[in-house]
């Protein structure tokens, strides 16, 4: 099982600034990598990443845009694969590109990185760099601590530095043996899990989970900070003659103060505190799931339709949606969990779970509604996760898809035509007898 570590580094300032420049490399490295790409593209060619980075090598250290103000080349101070790895990244890019136009999904060609917006990161291959104790031992750079030691043992399959405000981490992948990788499960349950704002998480036990919202609770020091940071970027731009408020001409640079660095840093590590409180929600909420229970049912969200809506854009990426999807995703793998995913189209807040009715009248608006069927009084969010639960057991109730579409996005065939809303299992058995498997396990 490929598994990641991702260790905060605690490099000196000569070695941060290395590490700093390394990631410049390889910003700038992919940039002329699409450029040149679009180019050969738009002449007819058929552009790979192969060749790309021989015709690179070829002009790295003679190329006038490649050599320092003394005419030396630069990029020999800096390792190599911080500028070999962009074209496998670009390769990669494209590839996803054109698979996507083909399956339908929306598409996104590369971009091109802009410094100070993208994320700053840079690969080392694993025969490039020795990891012993707490200091990790990088080309060009030598030894730099860490803040903690590797977690897992297994082959190292290889890292990325990567930046965050001021914080440096390297990321190890490696190739974690199975029997090490596995997580000790405490319990057997089977939770329905209805993700929403009001409250993030609501269990099919009944139990309701807020998050912390740290955005919105770090709002006010985010807008004051970010203001900081656009006045000394007015003042900038007057005092190089241009006006208040127009456009400026592409490419336009302003020389950067020292107070402008100082409060853009400051915006930057309220960001960073921001997304560290919420990764700590997420990484807790979903590692008490896959660990508490043998079945894990969550809905396919909608996540990036829901963030069209202005009103809600904000909450919703404050709970972490996401994050905690992509989480239950590979800690149900390592404490063997099933994760079950609903169909979008899946009626789970509609639905009576005493008696599958569904309530077609149901609107966003109501939080309580009495079954008209059986007269059972529910919680719109519990009934929704009850619903959700059900689909792990024998017992989802039968639903009639409404809109046709409810079979098509999941592409199973339902088990009673038009009866059943389909459903996706990604990991485990679909069936019970699983449950021996993870018996064994422990
Ligand atoms: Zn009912």
């Not at 456009?247 to 400051?266: A, I, M, Q, Y």
């Amino acid at each position: 099982m490929h598994l990641t570590h991702r260790i905060q580094l605690n490099p000196t300032s000569a070695q941060a600034d290395y590490l700093a420049r390394a990631c410049g490399t390889a910003r700038k490295v992919w940039n002329w990598g699409l450029c040149e790409w679009n180019r050969q593209y738009a002449a007819g060619l058929r552009p790979n990443a192969m060749a790309l980075k021989k015709q690179f090598n070829a002009i790295k250290y003679a190329d006038p845009q490649w050599l320092d103000k003394d005419g030396m080349p630069w990029l020999r101070t800096i390792h190599r694969d911080a500028h070999a790895q962009p074209f496998a990244h670009l390769a990669k890019a494209w590839s996803r590109f054109f698979a996507d136009l083909k399956s339908g999904t929306p598409a996104h060609a590369p971009q091109f990185k802009k410094k100070g917006r993208c994320r700053d990161s840079f690969y080392v291959a694993n025969d490039k760099f020795s990891i012993c104790g707490q200091t990790v031992r990088l080309p060009k750079v030598g030894e730099i601590s860490m803040r903690e030691r590797l977690r897992f043992t297994g082959k190292v399959l290889g890292a990325t530095v990567s930046r965050q405000a001021d914080r440096w981490h390297v990321a190890v992948q490696v190739d974690v043996p199975d029997a090490e990788a596995l997580k000790h499960r405490t319990g057997n349950g089977v939770v329905g899990v209805d993700l929403g704002i009001k409250a993030a998480a609501t269990l099919s036990t009944g139990e309701v989970i807020h998050s912390p919202r740290p955005l919105r609770a770090a709002l006010r020091r985010v807008k004051i900070r970010g203001r900081r940071v656009s006045r000394k970027l007015e003042t900038a731009r007057i005092a190089a003659g241009f006006k208040r408020g127009g456009r400026l001409p592409k490419g336009t640079r302003f020389p950067v103060s020292n107070n402008r660095k100082k409060s853009k840093l400051e915006l930057a590590r309220t960001h960073a505190r921001i997304a560290h409180l919420r990764a700590d929600f997420t990484h807790k909420l979903t590692t008490r799931l896959c660990r508490e229970n043998q079945a894990v049912v969550i809905e396919d969200l909608h996540v990036k339709g829901m963030l069209a809506n202005d009103k809600l854009a904000r909450a919703i990426s404050d709970v972490g949606f996401g994050q905690i999807r992509q989480q239950i995703a590979y800690k149900a793998k390592r404490h063997e969990t099933r994760r079950v995913v609903a169909d979008r189209w899946y009626p789970s807040s509609r639905l009576c779970s005493v008696c599958g009715r569904k309530n077609e009248a149901l609107t966003l608006k109501d939080r309580e509604w009495t079954c008209p069927e059986c007269g059972t009084h529910h919680e719109r969010d519990v009934n929704a996760a009850l619903n959700l639960k059900r689909l792990a057991t024998a017992t989802a109730l039968p639903v009639a898809s409404p809109t046709g579409n409810g079979g098509a996005a999941a592409g199973i065939p339902p088990v009673v035509v038009g009866k059943v809303t389909p459903v996706r299992y990604d990991c485990g058995q679909q069936d019970t007898s699983g449950q021996e498997k993870n018996h064994a396990h422990f």
